[in-house]
């Protein structure tokens, strides 16, 4: 047995992260968690991650969910959507879009893929064209390799000469611990 002297706010924080990794909390508990270790313990979302065992991406696509009007937080804590929807409704700019959209998926029982495909089509975003040509199991096997390191969505258009990589980023946040991911800092 280990013990350790710690003063009332480190208790304090031990019992929060504690606490976070329980499995039976809800999203919008986990996030609400997350937000006090940040505001109350001014901790990163490196070092949020760290504590809680989670990825810093997920960390901070967690907290994001508490950007969501209250109307669509209460629909996910009541469980009538997913924490999948709500990440999709937050690609949406305004309360008043993410409302409608959500009006929608309620009444329409859109699954998270049907969700995202709404938000896309409403946000003015066109669906991307299939590819003429196969994609390269190679290729393929980069872009899962790089998303899993760098904890995000990444596209590698490969060709003759060259190409492109596209690393999606979702905040200022992420583009800095991805920055400092690639650039070992």
């Keep these: 047995m280990i013990v350790r002297n710690v003063t009332e706010t480190e208790r304090l924080e031990l019992a929060l992260i ?76 305004s309360t008043q879009a993410q409302l409608a959209v959500l009006q929608a998926v309620l009444r329409l029982g859109l699954n998270v893929r049907q969700t995202e495909e709404l938000v896309r089509k409403y946000s003015g975003i066109k669906p991307e064209k299939p590819s003429e040509k196969p994609v390269d199991p190679e290729i393929k096997a980069i872009e899962e390799r790089l998303q899993e390191s760098l904890g995000t969505k990444v596209v590698l258009h490969h060709g003759n ?3 492109t990589l596209v690393i999606h980023y979702y905040s200022d ?11 070992k800092e």
């Design 161 to 163: 000469r060259g190409g």
């Design 18 to 93: 504690e606490n976070v990794q329980r499995a039976d909390l809800s999203p919008l508990e986990t996030a609400e968690a997350y937000r006090q270790l940040a505001e109350d313990f001014h901790l990163s979302h490196d070092e949020i991650s760290a504590r809680v065992g989670k990825s810093r991406v997920s960390v901070t696509n967690t907290l994001r969910l508490l950007k969501l009007p209250a109307t669509v937080q209460q629909e996910l804590a009541e469980g009538r959507i997913s924490e999948g929807h709500a990440r999709a409704l937050l690609a949406l700019n």
């Design 173 to 183: 946040e992420e583009l800095s611990g991805l920055l400092a991911h690639i650039l």
